[in-house]
């Protein structure tokens, strides 16, 4: 799991944006994954998945508070959170004021219906290329379609892992573009769910918000984070033991 903290994106969000800006304006391809607990655990039970987070294509941004916090006490320089929906809302903010092409693919067909409305009306200058609901099933051809429209920006949202593992699969089709799995975003950006309120985001606890409002979240939550507690536990417990032995 190390590996996938040493990974980190390290610098502020703002700077991050700076970088995926100047990518869309060089025409440079980008992968970006937004890691939270879930990711990582994903990474170690997952060969594949695991290739995926550690390849040189791959970005890996600190999503969860849970990610940030840990990679601070194993000592990773993360100083922030750059969460999946702010970044989707940049993208489409950068994208309409470049006049750029957007693919999206996620969601249920009424998510994303108000996700394109949202985006005809709030960022006009973004042209969306191409569309598809996340319930369809061969989701390969949505890609191998998209192939010859050179899209700028291709947002995924389908859920951890097969939405990184699907723009993963097709990524080496694509000379530019930034590709990102963005999860519940859409259901965000459409209007569909609201996000929580600024001061749960202030305070860190967005997922306390989002266990409220969906309760069914609560096993997976406390799987993935029980999880991922005690296996940083164990790391920092090994790291001082080992500044220990070498003092
Ligand atoms: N989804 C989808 N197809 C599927 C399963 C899920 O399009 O087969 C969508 C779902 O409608 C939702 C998103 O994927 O919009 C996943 O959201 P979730 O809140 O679970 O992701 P998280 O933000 O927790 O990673």
């Given at each position: 799991m190390l590996s996938y903290f040493a990974k980190l994106y390290s610098k502020t969000k703002e700077e991050f944006y700076q970088d995926v800006a100047k990518n869309l304006k060089e025409e440079k391809r980008m992968f970006i994954v937004t890691a939270n607990p879930e990711t990582f655990n994903h990474g170690i039970e997952d060969s594949d998945f695991n290739d995926l987070l550690l390849n040189e294509n791959t970005t890996l941004i600190p999503d969860g508070i849970g990610i940030v916090k840990s990679a601070q006490m194993l000592k990773y320089p993360v100083k922030e959170r750059i969460t999946g929906v702010d970044l989707a809302s940049k993208l489409l903010e950068l994208g309409s004021s470049h006049h750029l092409k957007i693919a999206l693919l996620g969601a249920q067909e009424e998510v994303l219906n108000s996700l394109i409305k949202v985006i005809n009306n709030n960022?006009?200058?973004?042209?969306?290329i191409k569309y598809e609901n996340?319930?369809?099933?061969?989701?390969d051809k949505f890609f191998t379609a998209l192939k010859s429209l050179e899209p700028d920006i291709c947002l995924v949202a389908l859920g951890i892992p097969a939405q990184e593992k699907l723009i993963y699969k097709h990524l080496n089709k694509f000379k530019k573009g930034i590709f990102v799995g963005v999860g519940g975003s859409f259901d965000v950006l459409s209007g569909t769910k609201k996000r929580a309120p600024k001061l749960f985001q202030k305070l860190n606890i967005e997922w306390l918000y989002r266990l409220i409002k969906e309760p069914k979240r609560i096993k997976r939550f406390y799987q993935n984070n029980i999880k991922f507690i005690f296996k940083v536990r164990k790391l920092k417990k090994e790291r001082k033991a080992h500044e220990n032995s070498s003092k």
């Amino acid at each position: 799991m190390l590996s996938y903290f040493a990974k980190l994106y390290s610098k502020t969000k703002e700077e991050f944006y700076q970088d995926v800006a100047k990518n869309l304006k060089e025409e440079k391809r980008m992968f970006i994954v937004t890691a939270n607990p879930e990711t990582f655990n994903h990474g170690i039970e997952d060969s594949d998945f695991n290739d995926l987070l550690l390849n040189e294509n791959t970005t890996l941004i600190p999503d969860g508070i849970g990610i940030v916090k840990s990679a601070q006490m194993l000592k990773y320089p993360v100083k922030e959170r750059i969460t999946g929906v702010d970044l989707a809302s940049k993208l489409l903010e950068l994208g309409s004021s470049h006049h750029l092409k957007i693919a999206l693919l996620g969601a249920q067909e009424e998510v994303l219906n108000s996700l394109i409305k949202v985006i005809n009306n709030n960022y006009p200058n973004l042209k969306i290329i191409k569309y598809e609901n996340g319930y369809t099933k061969d989701k390969d051809k949505f890609f191998t379609a998209l192939k010859s429209l050179e899209p700028d920006i291709c947002l995924v949202a389908l859920g951890i892992p097969a939405q990184e593992k699907l723009i993963y699969k097709h990524l080496n089709k694509f000379k530019k573009g930034i590709f990102v799995g963005v999860g519940g975003s859409f259901d965000v950006l459409s209007g569909t769910k609201k996000r929580a309120p600024k001061l749960f985001q202030k305070l860190n606890i967005e997922w306390l918000y989002r266990l409220i409002k969906e309760p069914k979240r609560i096993k997976r939550f406390y799987q993935n984070n029980i999880k991922f507690i005690f296996k940083v536990r164990k790391l920092k417990k090994e790291r001082k033991a080992h500044e220990n032995s070498s003092k």
